[in-house]
């Protein structure tokens, strides 16, 4: 065993939560340090919820990490120093020590992809918009329009969640062009498509389909196509970016900035610097190239924190075996579409809707939250 080893890991999102849980619950005596700028986890697949009123759970770090014998600093990291191992922070002087570094920084809504986004519209990226967004909804006069932008699961899911349990807003949902039932990874079939259409007709969602969004101005979008929609609110949620502190940092990263990985998840250029979830690019078997979710981050976090603690205890590591089984999409409080998929994420015939898809999504809720660490009930 390596004494004194320092173990830092930067994010405490699904995957860097899980990393540092696992790695202080094993007491080699090395040390961990979580660093994050918040100071509680976020239920990031809960965020739409929180913005149609839901209240959040207390999931406070600081009490995370020592009920553990592990540390929690509050701090946005400014730079990475490799050479010498240190991580430097905004407004504060001084640095701290690292032997091994897990950078799970995560990514955050793409907001200079359109011109306009970055002024004009919200996002669902932290517990503060989530509320500010709820308040102005709630009091929001009758008729109010939202128009949420993007053909993902968190657009769709915000779709639902604001029209049901806030009916007096006009919901409109544009999908741009990929709303069509598809066998690529990531894609929905036939079946899955056909239910959320018949979900967005009972929740009177109004779905513009067929043009990407081009422009965003303080109250109307511009299409590609020429056309223009008007809104009081626009929430977009069309495509994720990550920070660009690795990259500045020097370590390798692909062409979209995320951190180029081993099988064992290690930086190929700095194999000191281990990387997961969104911010990672990770290619499993047999699943592929993971897709940023949940659903990756947490076994990546797994798998991290052995890599790690191999290291410490002078043992072999184990490369990241990962294949999908399903995914879950949320359509209000009641209702659920799940769509079964392949190793590779590619969807089967199997769907689950309706109370039942509902019901095992909130199930896959709780016990992420558990897989994690946290004493929720299921």
Known sequence: MEDGHHIVVLGGGYAGLTTAARIAEANTGASVTLIDRKTEFVERIRLHEIAAGSVPRDLAYETFMSSRSGDFRQASVSAIDLDHQTL???GEPGSVNWDTLVYALGSHTNLDSVDGVREHAVVLDDMDACR???EQLRKAPVGTKILIVGGGLTAIEAACEF???LPDLDVTLAVGT????SNEPGGLSRLAVDYLQSVFDRLKVRVLVGSRVASIQRDAATFEDGPTET?????????FSVPPLAKQSGLAVNETGQIETDDTLASISHPNVLAVGDAAEVIADPGGRCRM????GRPMGELAAKTTLGRVMSSTSDPFNFGYSFRCVSLGRKDGLIQFV???DCPVAEVWTGARGARWKEYICQRT???IGFDVDV
Do not use: H, K
């Open 88 to 90: 430097s922070f905004e």
């Open 369 to 371: 939250l558990q897989g």
């Open 178 to 181: 990929s709303f069509a039932p």
């Open 342 to 344: 392949d190793a590779e």
């Open 132 to 134: 500010s967004l709820y």
């Open 163 to 165: 029209a049901e349990r």
């Open 293 to 296: 979710s949940c659903a990756t």
């Open 231 to 239: 809104f009081d609110v626009c929430l977009w949620a069309a495509g």
